[in-house]
């Protein structure tokens, strides 16, 4: 079985601070992806990765960075965080393999609270 | 240029029903098209994917949907609702093409009354 797994399912962080988001997946997948979960507004792509040190922006990068110096890790970096940016925030990956139709396989999310 | 609508934003059955859930597209080149379900704090998970094979998709948990091009939809049925399959369900669109992007739609909240 695929697993996604991201680094704490809740975090509480100040207006300002630099907020790492971290990703791991255990199934040697090129494609890595960071998403913000909103109400109402579904999901949407903040940056997508599809090789290491590789990144491209998605719908809404604003605000974000993201590294990824191994395969298996992606990380989401908030510079300075925002309250607009409290969400939530899903990590998940895929393989190029199926390409045109790749599943993607997410993880739990992280569920950010930025005061 | 790729998008989605999922027509409800929710949806209210009872245990035993049909479940009708809608979803309109609208892609450049041939899409793929997924449905995701995601239960209360939960990740998503892949319930089924068309990919240019059979219009008709057979998913995970009695789960189906018909790729219909003439009418640019997706649309997601069960023939008859659980209380487990109270979920979150979102429609997924991604086209050909280079890209690896995936357009989400903005979800429809299922809910399965006893």
């Known amino acids: 079985d695929v697993k996604v797994t991201q680094s704490s399912r809740y975090l509480v962080k100040r207006t300002g601070e630099k907020v790492f988001l971290e990703c791991v997946q255990d199934?040697?997948?090129?494609?890595m992806f960071w998403y913000r979960q909103d109400p109402g507004l579904g999901l949407r792509l903040i940056y997508f990765?599809?090789?290491?040190?590789?990144?491209e922006k998605g719908d809404i990068p604003e605000g974000y960075s993201v590294s990824r110096e191994k395969k298996e890790r992606f990380s989401l970096i908030l510079e300075s965080a925002s309250t607009n940016q409290t969400s939530m925030y899903l990590c998940?990956?895929?393989?190029?393999?199926?390409?045109?139709?790749?599943?993607?396989?997410f993880g739990p999310g992280t569920r950010l609270l930025v005061l | 240029a790729q998008s989605v609508t999922q027509l409800d934003s929710h949806v209210s059955v009872s245990e035993g029903t049909p479940v009708l859930l809608r979803c309109n597209y609208s892609?450049?080149?041939?899409?793929?098209l997924f449905w995701y379900v995601q239960h209360p704090n939960k990740g998503l998970q892949l319930l089924l994917k068309?990919?240019?094979?059979?219009?008709l998709v057979k998913g995970i948990n009695g789960f189906e949907a018909e790729f219909k091009k003439s009418e640019t939809s997706f649309h997601l049925t069960k023939p008859s609702a659980h209380m487990s399959d109270a979920a979150e369900y979102f429609c997924?669109?991604?086209?050909?093409?280079?890209?690896?992007?995936?357009?989400f739609g903005k979800g429809t909240l299922l809910t399965v009354n006893p």
């Open positions: 892609s450049s080149y041939s899409p793929s």
């Open positions: 997924v669109v991604r086209s050909g093409g280079s890209n690896y992007k995936l357009t």
């Open positions: 990765s599809y090789d290491v040190k590789m990144k």
């Open positions: 199934m040697d997948h090129e494609n």
């Open positions: 998940a990956s895929s393989s190029q393999t199926e390409w045109g139709q790749e599943t993607q396989y």
């Open positions: 068309y990919t240019s094979a059979a219009t």
